[in-house]
């Protein structure tokens, strides 16, 4: 387990397809993946791994972004029907979807943990030939979702690698943890997650995600520079009235909105880094000759580090504040999702080039390179940091078939294979580190 040439039998590689498959199948939006958990904490369990779930390891009062409870609902009754353990799914209630698998060895030696995303996109899946899911049975089944980032393979990953931990357990020391999050998309999931205390303990943590500007052969040990963000929900509620015969009664929600969007992007940007904002949508009003009397409004704030993107932030609550407050309406702002700044641990990434660089099926190892996103990983890496830890994102190369968030996404099933490769080998040699 101390070298990049972690035994993946011919079995264990047919596996990771037939997983990846049928949770591509299958895909389940943030706080609904009670089917993906459900198989997830089965499987773990199987292994002899020890299980916490649901409310065991989510803060409830974290949660961003969570859907209505009758969606949870449907979604939760939709897994059932799919295969999902009812008693399992029922102690995931509310939407905590969330799992992790420690493996004690018994031995004296650091507590190493892997996060793994399991939600798909919002996205209808292309339904035509020129698409391998499509074409070879395995596209999603729910209109308009599917899994578009990768995060099917990151699960399948997961459970891969549980598989090699499992059965060369003799051979490590220390603790191994495998978090299987939810809600990654929109940024949503890790914060209640690591407010939960999930990664308290640990002394090393990865993360990994599949394409991302790395093609096939090539690796990013460390992603840096990830970018700090906001991502809120905003309503103007006001007075309706009869634009022709008492406009003087009404409040206009509609008009603080506009003031809103065009103010929100005359913020000006910070000296000391990137700094960006984008309003998404803006819907408002119900006729021609009515005051409109509600509107709603998407936005994000993002910061090259989380100062950055607190001051954007911090301007845009005024500024949302103020065109309430001059039009007489009232504001809701609900948060939906965040992620803080981060960076590698440059000591840790420099032992995974190492590591990568011994693997034939890694050909190109960047020891570092910016990520240019977000990502709420960084709640985790964090609070790793903080205690005292190491903490390292790896971006894993492949062939694309359409970029990520598209409906043509599609990556080549072999990276599974090299990714449980690689993990499997760093988990011998950072269990084996003082």
């Known amino acids: ?56 390891v989510l803060a409830q009062d974290s949660v961003m972004g969570a859907p209505t409870a009758e969606e949870i609902e449907r979604a939760a009754a939709r897994a059932i029907e799919a295969g999902a353990d009812e008693e399992i799914v029922a ?4 939407g905590l979807t969330g799992v992790v698998a420690t493996l004690d060895t018994g031995r ?44 099917d393979a990151h699960t399948a990953m997961g459970l891969g690698l549980a598989e090699v931990l499992a059965g060369c357990q003799d051979e490590l020391r220390g603790k191994l ?95 000391d880094g990137a700094t960006r904002i984008n309003v998404g949508t803006l819907n408002a009003g119900s006729g021609r000759n009515v005051i409109p009397a509600q509107a709603r409004m998407i936005l994000e704030t993002r910061g090259a580090d989380t100062t950055l993107n607190e001051f954007m932030w911090e301007r845009a609550e005024e500024v949302l504040q103020g065109c309430a407050l001059t039009n007489g309406v009232d504001l809701e702002v609900d948060m939906v999702g965040a992620a803080v700044g981060g960076e590698s641990d440059a000591r840790l990434a420099e032992e995974i080039s190492r590591i990568a660089a011994d693997m034939t099926e890694i050909s190109d190892v960047q020891k570092e390179a910016a990520f240019g996103g977000s990502e709420d990983y960084t709640y985790f ?26 409906s043509y996404f599609d990556i080549d099933e072999e990276v599974m294979t090299t990714g449980v490769k690689l993990l499997g080998a760093l988990a011998g040699k950072l269990t084996s580190m003082e």
């Open 108 to 151: 004296d030696g650091p507590t190493v943990a892997f996060r793994f995303d399991m939600d798909a996109n919002d996205i209808g899946e292309a339904q035509d030939d020129d698409h391998r899911p499509y074409r070879e049975g395995f596209a999603s089944e729910h209109d308009g979702i599917m899994h578009a980032c990768g995060h």
């Open 177 to 271: 943890k495998l978090i299987f999050q939810p809600a990654e998309e929109g940024v949503r999931g890790a914060k209640a997650m690591a407010d939960a205390g999930v990664v308290d303990d640990v002394d090393y943590l990865i993360g990994l995600h599949v394409g991302l500007k790395c093609g096939p052969g090539e690796m990013i040990a460390g992603a840096r520079d990830f970018l700090a963000t906001s991502k809120a929900n905003v309503t103007f509620t006001g007075v309706p009235a009869h634009a022709g015969v008492e406009p003087e009664s009404g409040r206009n929600a509609l008009l603080a909105a506009a003031n809103a969007a065009i103010n929100l992007h005359a913020i000006s940007r910070h000296s």
């Open 1 to 56: 387990m101390n070298t990049a040439d972690t035994c993946v039998s011919d079995d264990l590689q047919q596996r990771l397809v037939e997983m990846r498959r049928d949770f591509h199948r299958y895909p389940e939006s943030g706080w609904t993946e009670f089917r993906t958990a459900s198989i997830v904490v089965e499987k773990l369990t199987g292994m002899g791994y020890e299980i916490s779930y649901g409310s065991e």
């Open 381 to 406: 890496m964090e609070r790793v940091q903080e205690m005292g830890g190491r903490a390292s994102f790896i971006v894993l190369g492949t062939e694309l078939a359409a970029g990520h968030h598209q």
């Open 91 to 94: 102690n995931m209630e509310g």
